[in-house]
């Protein structure tokens, strides 16, 4: 296959299985477009369908040409190969074995990926894709604190080698923001120590200042899942009582640093208008420090809903807004699918849908999978019993220090 060619007929042909097995042939081709094109019918695939039949056979062989993608293509393909890779592993979900495969192939390729060059898609694309196998197929703490530890170095340089020399653009430090706070969101704030939380919260701190406004949003909902995971507010009681006096300047230190995030907060949340300002960009921010603001006086959280075709998310804390959010964005037009059917997705959430979308998900099972996920003699109950204790199990790993802490209806 020297060429894939392109056209509304044949983008329908390789939505199917037999299309999407082509499109892996065209993976080994070696010219760059026509892998790219393949690499984006499969996204298409793996958005309009959860194709376990074709993952159940070909998961590996995705797998490595997608690294090889990462390896020698432009950014766009590496782009497009971290996207796979990403859906790859959502689509996996329960198959723990195979998620956690996902992770630890991709560590070494990736790693030596973020080494070379500083393109802001190539880096971005990889951070995310990073991110979602994390949350997938990290099985325990270690795990994904060391996705934390590669992230978190994009974050503040200085603090790690295992990232180019430059500082990355704004572009890649709101990228990194972004998937370490999605990552952290899944941590247990007592396993992690004083100085790592103040070390983080001090350095996004400084970020609320700059003139990047992403950038500042990005900061914002990060130190909003670090008050919320963290339970600062129960590490300083317990502090106040101490005879320790390293612990007690531990206290009045965190306490000036919530200070200075207040205001911080008050004054983004308040945040006049400027020339060449975009106002949607502008109400953005303002809406979502005001949600901030009242989290850390009073203690409410960001509750809203979110329209999923005829049903409805609840959403009630930080941690789940920034999660929705994040695999949202990286789902694109798939996110209602695999809501609607992808079972991992619905225990992560705790979402039902209504009846008639689980019996239509039925229309898309072969008989291996409705083995696989309808038998009441499969490993499904164990599996979700394991998706909803994840942040409990987690908790449970040692501690490795790294150097992280980690509004209104939306519709669909």
Known sequence: MSELTVTPETEELYAGDKGLDQCLDALFEKRGSTREKALSLLIDGFANKLQHQFVENKCITLLNQCHNSIKRGSSKEINLASRVIGMLAITVGYEDTAAHEVLEESIVPFSQALKSGSDSLKISSILDCLAVITFVGGSDTEATERSMQIIWQFVNPKLGSNVVAS??????????????????????????????????????????????????????????????????????????????????????????????????????????????????????????????????????????????????????????????????????????????????????????????????????????????????????????????????????????????????????
């Open 167 to 412: 500082k990355p653009n704004t572009t890649i430090l709101t990228a990194a923001i972004s998937a370490w706070t999605f990552l952290l969101t899944t941590m247990d704030g007592c396993n992690l120590n004083s100085k790592t939380w103040q070390e983080s919260i001090s350095y996004l701190s400084n970020l609320l200042d700059k003139d990047d406004r992403m950038l500042r949003i990005a900061a914002g909902e990060a130190l909003a899942v670090i008050f919320e995971v963290g339970n600062l507010e129960k590490i300083l009681d317990e502090a106040k009582g101490s005879s320790d006096s390293s612990m007690r300047e531990k206290v009045i230190h965190l306490q000036g640093l919530k200070g200075k995030i207040l205001n911080q907060v008050r004054n983004l949340s308040a945040e006049a208008g400027g020339k060449g300002l975009a106002k949607k960009d502008l109400n953005s921010q303002k809406n979502l420090f005001r949600e901030i603001l009242e989290f850390l006086e009073d203690g409410y959280g960001p509750e809203t809903t979110i329209k999923i075709g005829a049903d409805v998310l609840s959403i009630a804390t930080w941690s789940q807004l920034i999660q929705v959010n994040f695999l949202k964005r990286f789902l694109g037009g798939g996110f209602v699918k695999h809501m609607q059917e992808n079972i991992f997705l619905q225990d992560v959430f705790d979402f039902t849908p209504k009846k008639k979308n689980i019996a239509n998900s039925d229309l898309y099972l072969s008989g291996t999978e409705k083995r696989m996920f309808k038998s009441p003699n499969s490993a499904l109950n164990k599996a979700r019993t394991q998706s909803l204790n994840k942040k409990r199990m987690m908790s449970q790993g040692r501690n490795t220090g790294h150097y992280s802490v980690s509004a209104g209806d939306e519709d669909v």
